[in-house]
């Protein structure tokens, strides 16, 4: 099975990418076919920062890079490297409705946030299926605020290959349902944009901070905690396996549990998990030139199979007027 799916350099890798993508990228590398890249073309609708541009796509490499993404087993690459997928997005475009554009949740969600409403933020999906579509990609595996982008990118390549004849593979979403949503420190879902994450390399202080700022509510400590949107019970159970989500949610029913300690032992869970990776990442950050490399192997490629499907449809579109 040929797996694809991308990570925006916009801002530091945080819970939500990792239990929602990443990991289970990682994990799905042992059997099937990887694709996966650092989305900075994406990245252009809100960051207007070159240099932070620059940084966050480097920093996204080490990230992937420290969490097991193995560039030899996998492809690997910078979305850019390959500039076909603008091309492709071109062609798509034509048979995108603006109604399905339209009704698409991201873009205002974002726009309400203060995200720039341009035509970049507008057309994102479109770019998101070139970008599935050029790979072949058949599952991708992302958290459930993309269910519906990858709909949109599976109607497109149905509407391309009526118009002009089977040329694209229909991409199916692949959403772990107990982790869809990870909420971030205010409650609502956990963005790099939104400035409500909990970075997962970020330093002991840090990190340290952003989990005892997590809401919760005003329960007094004598009374039992709801576990409904509970949004410290939610990201505490992302560490957790069933037996030990069983006891979290028995502590929480019983009176007595203090929000504020629980919050410490989070803290100290967090830290020690991504203690290996965080070892292994600082490796990474201190050879720019090994991450480039990697890269540069992964865009080469993802270039060739790109080109198939980028030529398949130049042709059927009829661009090739010599022919
Ligand atoms: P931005 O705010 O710039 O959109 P983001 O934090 O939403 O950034 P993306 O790069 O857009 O991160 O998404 C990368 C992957 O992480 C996607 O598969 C997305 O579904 C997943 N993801 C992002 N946020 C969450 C979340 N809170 N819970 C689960 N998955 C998430
Ligand atoms: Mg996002």
């Not at 790979?135 to 709909?151: A, F, L």
């Not at 990190?207 to 509510?217: G, N, P």
């Not at 989070?266 to 890269?295: H, Q, S, T």
Request: aromatic fraction near 12%.
């Amino acid at each position: 099975m040929r797996i694809l799916s991308g990570i925006q350099p916009s801002g530091k890798l945080h819970l939500g990418n990792y239990f929602g993508m990443m990991k289970r990228m990682v994990d799905y590398q042992e059997n099937n076919e990887l694709y996966a890249f650092i989305v900075n073309y994406h990245a252009l609708t809100s960051v207007f920062d070159a240099k932070k541009l620059q940084e966050g796509t480097f920093n996204a490499a080490c990230d992937f890079l420290a969490l097991g993404m193995d560039p030899e087993k996998s492809t690997f690459w910078v979305q850019s490297d390959v500039p076909e997928v603008t091309e492709l997005t071109w062609l798509l475009s034509n048979v995108t409705s603006m109604g399905l554009l339209e009704r698409a949740h991201a873009y205002k969600d974002k726009v309400v946030k203060g995200i720039p409403a341009t035509h970049g933020l507008f057309s994102y999906p479109v770019l998101m299926a070139a970008d599935i579509l050029a790979y072949g990609g058949e599952r991708v595996p992302v958290g459930k605020d993309q269910k519906q982008h990858i709909e949109i990118a599976r109607d497109i390549a149905e509407r391309f290959n009526a118009t002009y004849g089977e040329t694209f593979v229909l991409p199916e979403e692949d959403i772990e349902e107990e982790i869809a949503t990870v909420p971030g420190i205010d409650g609502q879902k956990m963005s790099k944009s939104y400035g409500n994450t909990i970075e997962i390399f970020a330093d002991e202080e840090t990190l340290r901070k952003k989990v005892m700022s997590i809401v919760t509510d005003t329960t007094p400590v004598d009374e039992p905690k709801p576990i409904e949107n509970n949004t410290l019970y939610e990201i505490y159970s992302l560490f957790l396996n069933p037996a030990e989500k069983e006891e979290l949610k028995d502590r929480f029913l019983t009176p007595g549990l203090k929000y504020g300690e629980v919050k410490k032992e989070l803290f100290g869970m967090i830290w020690e998990y991504f203690r290996p990776y965080r070892e292994k990442r600082k490796g990474y950050a201190n050879d720019r030139g090994e991450v480039m490399n990697i890269l540069q192997k992964g865009a080469n490629k993802a270039r060739e199979t790109a080109s198939h499907y980028v030529q398949l449809a130049r042709k059927n579109v009829g661009l090739y007027y010599w022919d």
